[in-house]
């Protein structure tokens, strides 16, 4: 699997020169939605470290994690994972984005005094943004590896998740028990 900026590949490798990519990006890559993602928020670019706007997006999120419990929403509020076909191989994160851009123009519209200096807000905006992705990411790959495994030469198929954003500590998080 590659998760990066640029790609969102779903990909079964037999060898070098055999592959076949079972699921890719639709629109825009998780990376992508990320930056996008960050950026509405205002967050600072996390100087001297690779990532950059996603790498302060992450520490949002982690400290709302640590904060509170995955279902607590002091705005009231969620971003849903996508409902495109959900046996599907390929990714889309465009809606998820609009979702979050949404919930944010909602957010600064409804008279929520300062909002983006609350820093509960933001963290948990970031953390609910992470989720949904990690769900969408995690439903493609269960949906791979149910098919795969239909085939008993693919039953025990190790995973390999590279790319930029799979050194996202958080997203990376929610797949060491998959």
């Known amino acids: 699997m590659l998760l990066s900026g640029g790609h969102t590949l779903l990909v079964l490798v037999r060898n070098l020169s055999d592959y076949i990519v079972l699921g890719s990006t639709l629109d825009d890559s998780v990376g992508e939605a990320i930056d996008k993602a960050a950026r509405y928020i205002n967050l600072p670019w996390k100087k001297g470290e690779n990532g950059g706007l996603a790498a302060s997006f992450v520490d949002a999120a982690e400290r709302a994690r640590k904060r509170f419990d995955h279902n607590y929403t002091p705005c009231n509020f969620s971003i849903p994972s996508s409902n495109r076909i959900k046996t599907s191989l390929d990714f889309s994160f465009a809606g998820l984005k609009s979702e979050?851009?949404?919930?944010?123009?909602?957010?600064?519209?409804?008279?929520?005094?300062?909002?983006?200096?609350?820093?509960?807000?933001?963290?948990?905006?970031?953390?609910?943004?992470?989720?949904?992705?990690?769900?969408?990411?995690?439903?493609?790959?269960?949906?791979?590896?149910?098919?795969?495994?239909?085939?008993?030469?693919?039953?025990?198929?190790?995973?390999?998740?590279?790319?930029?954003?799979?050194?996202?500590?958080?997203?990376?998080?929610?797949?060491?028990?998959f």
Do not use: W
Request: net charge negative; hydrophobic share 35%; charged share 25%.
């Open 100 to 177: 979050f851009k949404r919930k944010f123009d909602e957010l600064t519209s409804s008279g929520v005094p300062n909002f983006l200096e609350q820093q509960d807000t933001v963290d948990v905006l970031a953390m609910s943004f992470l989720d949904a992705c990690s769900q969408h990411i995690s439903d493609r790959l269960n949906n791979a590896m149910r098919r795969l495994s239909v085939d008993d030469c693919y039953a025990e198929t190790p995973v390999i998740i590279s790319g930029g954003v799979a050194r996202n500590s958080y997203l990376v998080s929610r797949y060491i028990t």
